[in-house]
């Protein structure tokens, strides 16, 4: 009897123990890993993110991989992304296909105010652009403006803004924000049209490097001048200011959801407005008196 006890409660234990094991390698907000795809415009504030998370979860490891922003999507409802940073607004089709594909409910979470900027030399005479000048350019067989890209996040917002298809508007590419300012001065005719995180981060050197490089062209629409600083962001006054955010392809809260929840509170917000971006989430500053 003593034996057959013995054996039940080794029996036992050896169950206990095989279930811790398989927990340790169940998923987890806070240990494993994860890729978040993110067009170039913006890959400065995810990783910015991406970092802070690893830092508050040890166990966590996060990869930010730059594709451009239509690619990002399309990844994401194949399930080879969990997810994508997006900018632009989906249509009613896409977010149909979307939660077909995911059978989740459309909720994106929105964390951060970008823009896309109009940039030209440092030199240029050129001290304002107005919305009459860009829809015209963007129709003109000069091409005057340099996109970084086809299926770019910062083509797919001005033609959405101007309400137009990518397709039928005329440009020019430079591959890569940064290179479009590093180039810029080879081509003194010519504007270029990056996202504003490319250069956002206060004290980067090479964020301060680029912004001396260049010269960022107010917006002028019906009469008024609006900038692309944190006053333009925040009121959304500036023409061309856009909403970056999360979609996922997880139904569990996992790392992805966890690092969705982390990037919308008070922590994740601080990161963005350290990366120059009016963080979208604005928190009420408490004060407790004694």
């Not at 170039?40 to 451009?68: C, R």
């Not at 003109?140 to 340099?146: C, G, H, L, V, Y």
């Not at 080879?186 to 912004?211: C, E, H, Q, W």
Request: include cysteine; hydrophobic fraction near 35%.
């Amino acid at each position: 009897m003593k034996n057959s006890f013995k054996i039940a409660a080794v029996f036992i234990l050896c169950i206990i123990l095989t279930g811790c094991k398989k927990d340790d390698k169940s998923p987890s907000y806070h240990k494993g890993e994860l890729t978040i795809f993110t067009d170039e415009s913006f890959q400065s504030v995810t990783e910015a993110l991406a970092d802070g998370y690893m830092i508050n979860y040890p166990e966590t490891h996060i990869k930010v991989a730059t594709k451009k922003e239509d690619l990002g999507f399309l990844d994401l409802l194949k399930g080879n992304a969990k997810v994508v940073v997006m900018s632009r607004n989906l249509s009613p089709e896409e977010v149909k296909t979307y939660e077909e594909r995911t059978d989740l409910k459309f909720l994106p979470a929105k964390f951060a105010a970008d823009a896309v900027v109009f940039v030209v030399p440092k030199d240029s005479p050129k001290e304002s652009i107005s919305m009459e000048e860009i829809n015209a350019g963007l129709l003109s067989d000069k091409k005057e403006f340099i996109f970084d890209g086809t299926n770019s996040s910062n083509l797919n917002f001005v033609a959405e803004k101007l309400k137009k298809q990518p397709k039928d508007l005329q440009f020019s590419i430079i591959p890569g924000n940064q290179k479009i300012i590093e180039e810029l001065g080879k081509y003194p005719d010519k504007i270029g049209v990056i996202g504003l995180n490319t250069f956002s981060r206060p004290y980067d050197k090479t964020s301060v490097k680029l912004r001396e490089m260049v010269k960022v062209l107010p917006v002028v629409d019906k009469g008024k001048q609006y900038n692309a600083d944190f006053e333009g962001l925040r009121s959304m006054e500036y023409p061309f200011t856009r909403v970056l955010y999360f979609l996922i392809n997880e139904g569990n809260f996992n790392i992805a959801n966890g690092f969705i929840r982390f990037s919308c509170t008070h922590l994740g917000q601080k990161i963005v407005q350290k990366e120059g971006l009016q963080p979208y989430n604005l928190y009420k500053r408490e004060v407790q008196m004694r």
